[in-house]
């Protein structure tokens, strides 16, 4: 009897083993050799010590083709269960590149599937670590139904639960599309790449000749293409940056918010801002002194910070209620909109919507950007998803103008009129329908003209300054109540807390419609 019993309790030591190896010493020596941990050893380093709870690890696959029957690892390429990530319970699957190249078969993406689906069950945040060849070729079309499985949860979650992929090897073709669904994907450079087809199509296709890390690393897709939203040097620096995201975001969308924990006083004033926007409406200034300033301990944490430098998105917190964080950079392209910002804002505010993250906009905008790279690229379809994402929002809103808000930017950047709920302005704000100089030109044109010389440049002079005196300023805007209250720099940080604290019971009911049509 005791016999039996040992040996039983073998046999389970002994699978365990094996669910522990992956695809053994050499495959795993490779993975190694590339700089990269095995999926396993992600976890670990990911979660917080001792928290991790597996589930099915003696998973197999049922594929009997191409010798496959004979060739099987417990857990079929792929670790999944629930762990603590800074005392926030996730859940999680980490691809083992070691066992079929990660490749996802039908019982692999069966597993996926179970903990995302206990991940919408249960309301917490669902973390890919993805490092895979793609479809499992040796289970032909079951492979792309699995695909598609994971793509349909991913969508539903959409909204729910926070979905955070992290990019640590290969992820080509159709499978990008899961990651691309998610809120925020992660690269580590120079390991990890991202393509719907790679360079040898490529090659063959079109006859260009491109490095997979040319084509879909890290800097790409940070950079170029906006398809990631952080980079890392490192896999170490790339789980840092996840714990420090996973930090500002709820479990789901109906959880309240822990306070952030801070000893950084509220009624701290802004001395430094005093002279940090110039007078000089044509001078560039940098909008992130601005937010290191006025946010708690100048901790901010900014999202595709390598993308469309023009507007910045981040997280942040303030007297410790986390905040989100849009704004125009002056700094680049002289803070304008354009397409890519458009499109990078409007996915943030919306991300922040559904997680109940109040945003703090910050705008110094003179307007959309001219061109016809622009409007050929659909400038005005594009540029209505930030309109369309503010107007729909039913977070609490604070929008401060610092400098210009010229044009539709004006109404765009969470104006008053699209739901903002309060609007502070500096003096130095410059609200108007364009700025003086080319004001000036368009309605003062018979007084300019057959002027020339001194004579020209005083009368301008003149109009310019008269322009400027009666519209580039906030007061008309605030006689209208479009601006509720113009403040010093110096008092931002604690105006802009104490609206957020009083704006922290916000509710507001959206029609009654199955969705809207965001412009796609
Ligand atoms: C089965 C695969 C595999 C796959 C890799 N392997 N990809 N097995 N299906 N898709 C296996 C290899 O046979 C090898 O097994 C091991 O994983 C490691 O692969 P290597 O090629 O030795 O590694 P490396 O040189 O690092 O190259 C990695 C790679 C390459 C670039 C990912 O393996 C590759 O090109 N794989 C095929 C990629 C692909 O075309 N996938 C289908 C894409 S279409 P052994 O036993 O030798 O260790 C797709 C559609 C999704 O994914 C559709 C969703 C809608």
């Known amino acids: 009897m005791e016999e039996i019993s040992r040996m039983k309790r073998e046999r389970l030591l002994g699978l365990r083993k094996a669910a522990q190896e992956g695809g053994g010493p050499e495959r795993v020596k490779a993975q190694r050799g590339q700089g990269k941990y095995t999926a396993r050893e992600r976890i670990e380093r990911l979660a917080d010590p001792g928290s991790f709870i597996e589930l099915d690890k003696f998973v197999l696959h049922k594929c009997s083709q191409f010798g496959m029957e004979k060739n099987k ?38 597993k996926i599937c179970k903990i995302m689906d206990l991940a ?16 499992r070729i040796q289970e032909g079309v079951v492979s792309l139904g699995g695909y598609a499985d994971i793509f ?38 120079k390991t990890s790449y991202m393509f719907v087809t ?16 040319a084509l879909g690393g890290a800097a790409t897709h940070n950079e170029k293409s906006g398809v990631a939203h952080f980079s890392a040097a490192s896999e170490d620096e790339c789980f840092e940056r996840l714990r420090e995201l996973l930090a500002y975001l709820p479990p789901n969308n109906s959880a309240a918010h822990a306070r952030m924990p801070t000893s950084d006083p509220v009624t701290r004033d802004n001395a430094r801002l005093k002279e940090v926007v110039p007078s000089n409406p044509k001078k560039p200034y940098d909008i992130r002194e601005i937010i290191l300033d006025v946010v708690d301990d100048g901790r901010f944490l900014e999202v595709h910070k390598d993308y469309a430098g023009n507007i910045i998105c981040g997280f942040a917190s303030i007297g410790g209620i986390k905040i989100a964080v849009v704004a125009n950079q002056p700094l680049v392209l002289a803070g304008v909109l354009d397409i890519n910002s458009s499109v990078k804002a409007g996915r943030f505010v919306r991300f922040c919507d ?6 703090f906009t910050l705008v110094d905008v003179p307007g959309f950007l001219p061109g016809t790279a622009q409007e050929y690229g659909g400038i005005i379809r594009q540029g209505s ?24 930017a004006y109404d765009v ?5 699209i739901g903002a709920d309060v609007n502070l302005a500096y003096p130095t704000a410059e609200i108007a329908v364009m700025g003086a100089d080319g004001a000036v030109n368009i309605i003062f044109r018979n007084e ?53 604290e009083a704006l922290q019971g916000k509710k507001k009911a959206g029609p009654e419609r199955r969705h809207g049509n965001i412009p796609l």
């Not at 990530?85 to 490749?103: E, P, W």
């Not at 998803?385 to 539709?408: D, M």
């Not at 010389?453 to 005196?469: D, I, Q, T």
């Open 73 to 110: 690892f417990p857990g079929d390429g792929v670790i999944t269960g629930i762990a603590a990530i800074n005392g926030q319970k996730v859940a999680l699957f980490s691809q083992d590149f070691t066992v079929f190249g990660g490749s996802l078969g039908d019982a692999h993406a069966k």
């Open 120 to 135: 919408e069950r249960t309301r917490i945040p669902v973390i890919g670590i993805n490092d895979s060849g793609g479809a």
């Open 152 to 189: 349909y949860r991913n969508t539903r979650c959409s909204g729910v639960i926070p979905q955070l992929s992290l990019i640590m090897g290969p992820c080509a073709g159709g499978a990008v599309y899961s990651p691309a669904i998610t809120d925020f994907i992660f690269m580590v450079e």
């Open 198 to 213: 790679g360079p040898d199509v490529i090659k063959a296709i079109t006859h260009e000749d491109i490095t997979k890390e």
């Open 354 to 359: 559904a997680f109940n993250i109040p945003i």
């Open 385 to 408: 998803k930030l309109l369309y994402a503010y107007s729909e929002a039913r977070v609490p809103l604070v929008t401060l103008i610092t400098r210009k808000a010229y044009g539709g």
């Open 413 to 417: 950047m969470a104006s008053k009129h």
């Open 448 to 500: 300019l003209k057959g002027l020339t010389g001194a004579e020209f440049k005083k009368k301008k002079g003149e109009l310019v300054a008269g322009f400027e005196e009666e519209f580039a300023n906030p007061y008309k805007a605030a006689e209208l109540g479009y601006i509720d209250e113009v403040i010093t720099p110096e008092e931002t940080r604690h105006r802009v807390y104490q609206f957020f």
